[in-house]
């Protein structure tokens, strides 16, 4: 395997000749449900760089959404990944049992907050492991109520459905969705009617009324939250909010559940988000950046909690893959020598001086209305000049705008007007600095 030459390398348009007929018989044959940000297919890549078909390298500032922390081709990711599947690709956990999967457990109970006795189960994916966070929650309380927030997005399968907020595309004609599901308001600082000094003791207040009244604490299993909410915008709740809220599940019995499945693993400068705020769920969901790129989610939490569940209740077939759990041990040993938390903290600094240099200095900088996140996990949230509105023609144009000059970015947001910004941790300060360059100029041309 040969590196990536780490620099931006534009050669044709962007989808160049070779996407384009590839993007053809992709139309004709993948269901149109199955969208992609970028239609330009991949090649190979690493560290920043995402090399396409037709020979150009993208920046990427996307990690394929908060994934590849450690780089989409990490040396000890392939090297553990590739031993593991010399030797056996699957056994099915619940058939016979091996070691990988003990390990990663062993390490999300090292690594996650606090220092009780801790448990963990393996599955696939982001929404299987809210989803057995929830039946774990359920069990071990007897209650049935679910209590997400307003902007929140927990995945896509019909439970997770009705744990997230927003309708499109997530849920429009999907219903009808698992009951016993109740939203109340987050604390959005940005937008938060009487300013976001107030957002955090207000919205806590509001939501804690809202599950007093509506459904009654003594219902509710689990309270679930994004320490620092993804999809909805890299909305941090304003402080105070959430321990607010960690408090009230502790007087009430309801298990806290911290979906750390976005925020996760070094990407905010810390191993876990809810960290910042010396919060200790019960409950918290891993996945996207816990194993280099390869499909692996975890539920892990208090041991007395984890261990309600009768035997055979949790699993299945492919939870805990062997390769998978072998990619998650090179993915935390690269995360540990190469002090990606460090990393991250340090792209925070370069991406808010340079994003908060655009936002004062340019013609245009006064629809960049908010500049927000943390570590690597950052993002602008664009408005109508001179007002709140938001601003999503302006996000549209501006990914489009540097996804033609080589830099992959992304959109989210409720409203569709918020442009983040994930890179891969281990992304070099001079690619990081490219990219911009690249954004600073995609606002001249919107
Ligand atoms: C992506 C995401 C999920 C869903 O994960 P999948 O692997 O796509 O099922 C759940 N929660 C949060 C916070 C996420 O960002």
Redo the contacts with the bound molecule.
Sequence with gaps: MTAIPQERRVVTAIPGPKSVELQARRLETVAAGVGSTLPVFTARAGGGIIEDVDGNRLIDLGSG??VTSVGASAEAVVRRASAQLADFTHTCFMVTPYEGYVEVCEQLAELTPGDHPKKSALFN??????ENAVKIARIHTKRTAVVVFDHG?????NL?MALTAKNMPYKQGFGPFAPEVYRVPVAYGYRWPTGAENAGAEASAQAIDQINKQIGAENVAAIII?PVL??GGFIEPAKGFLPAIAQFAKDNGIVFVA?????GFCRTGQWFACEDEGIVPDLI?T??GIAGGLPL?AVTGRAEIMDSAHSGGLGGTYGGNPVACAGALGAIETMRELDLNGKAKRIEEVMKGRLGEMQSKLDNGDIIGDIRGRGAMIAIELVKSGTKDPNPEAAAKLAKACHAEGVLVLTCGTYGNVLRFLPPLVIGEDLLNEALDVIEQAFGRI
């Design positions: 959404i908060a994916s982001g929404a299987e492991a809210v997005y927990h995945g896509r399968t997770t994004e993804g999809e979906d750390e499945i976005q925020s969901t996945a996207k989610s």
